[in-house]
T-cell receptor, first 117, second 111 residues
Framework: GAVVSQHPSRVICKSGTSVKIECRSL??????MFWYRQFPKKSLMLMAT?????????EQGVEKDKFLINHASLTLSTLTVTSAHPEDSSFYIC?????????????FGPGTRLTVT | GENVEQHPSTLSVQEGDSAVIKCTYS??????FPWYKQELGKRPQLIID?????GEKKDQRIAVTLNKTAKHFSLHITETQPEDSAVYFC??????????FGAGTILRVKS
């Protein structure tokens, strides 16, 4: 159990366009979903924490109007990169915590490789 | 806020030898410490975790130790195999169910 999917796995878009990335928990209900960004050979940088039915909490330095997060249900969260620019190119990974879990266990999606041309 | 430091950044071992990766954390309130393995272009996979009420946990060739007083925890891999080659991340829990990750260790197992 605890499978998280992400779609798309790869996306190439032109500068100025917007891109939506979906994160789904397939076999459990996720109270909380997290969005990370990972640069090549670097660690996971938390961008925001998303709770179902409420506004996302963004980490310091992350523009909420640039990275729109919606957590419409207990199994789906979306990240929209608005007006993308080449510097937004990165590997974006989501993770999910189980509803009712007393621990901090996070299960990761496979990631989305975004390339902005 | 929580700060996690991880060492070494790269580690090369001969197949069959042991590998040890160490992490330190700053927030004494942290109580959950997972270790993730990430292969190139893949998702991080949870390989073992430990909570603050225990000092050691083992799962086959993998073990984790925790010293709450010193605020450090370590990953031990015994009898390493080529398929253990990957990037390993430690993490520590912080407020809001969040995890703060270390910078990662590239482990290379030479056959």
């Amino acid at each position: 159990g605890a499978v998280v999917s992400q779609h798309p796995s790869r996306v190439i878009c032109k500068s100025g366009t917007s891109v939506k990335i979906e994160c789904r928990s397939l076999d459990f209900q996720a109270t909380t979903m997290f969005w990370y960004r990972q640069f090549p050979k670097k660690s996971l940088m938390l961008m925001a924490t998303s709770n179902e039915g409420s506004k996302a909490t963004y980490e310091q330095g992350v523009e909420k109007d640039k990275f729109l997060i919606n957590h419409a249900s207990l199994t789906l969260s979306t990240l929209t990169v608005t007006s993308a620019h080449p510097e937004d190119s990165s590997f974006y990974i989501c993770s999910a915590s189980r509803q009712g879990s007393i621990s901090y266990e996070q299960y990761f999606g496979p990631g989305t490789r975004l390339t902005v041309t | 806020g929580e700060n996690v430091e991880q060492h070494p950044s790269t580690l090369s071992v001969q197949e069959g030898d042991s590998a040890v990766i160490k992490c330190t954390y700053s927030d004494s309130a942290s109580n959950y410490f997972p270790w993730y393995k990430q292969e190139l272009g893949k998702r991080p996979q949870l390989i073992i975790d430990i909570r603050s009420n225990v000092g050691e946990k083992k799962d086959q060739r993998i073990a984790v130790t925790l010293n709450k007083t010193a605020k450090h925890f370590s990953l031990h891999i015994t009898e390493t195999q080529p398929e253990d080659s990957a990037v390993y991340f430690c993490a520590a829990s912080t407020g809001g169910n969040k995890l703060v990750f270390g910078a990662g260790t590239i482990l290379r197992v030479k056959s």
